[in-house]
């Protein structure tokens, strides 16, 4: 079974940037949709950006213009660059594919001070 495993997040004040990684293990990578999602603590988990096999991406309207989803299939890596950070934007950030087929990682904390 696949893994990922996310890094990148930290503290940082609102308006500034964090580039975010996720790592996968296994094959077929490459032929995956993958999007990264977030969670804050008793909310539900969303979906924030998607990026197609061929590289066609979606983003929720909420960060669309902010952030950036990117991969390299020759890492199996997906990236997320988030500019422009607002508080809101505060959560644990995953990534995982989409549909969901991956177990979960423990995610990377983003965390955007006013």
């Known amino acids: 079974q696949v893994q990922v495993v996310e890094s990148g997040g930290g503290l940082v004040q609102a308006g500034g940037s964090l580039r975010l990684s996720c790592a996968a293990s296994g094959s077929f990578f490459r032929h995956k949709d993958m999007a990264w999602y977030r969670q804050a603590l008793g909310k539900q988990r969303e979906l924030v950006a998607r990026i197609s096999s061929v590289g066609t991406t979606n983003y929720a309207d909420s960060v669309k213009g902010r952030f950036t989803i990117s991969r390299d299939n020759g890492k199996s890596t997906v990236y997320l660059q988030m500019n422009s950070l607002k508080p809101e934007d505060t959560d644990v950030y995953y990534c995982?594919?989409?549909?969901?087929?991956?177990?979960w990682g423990q995610g990377t904390r983003v965390t955007v001070s006013s």
């Open positions: 995982n594919t989409d549909p969901i087929t991956y177990y």
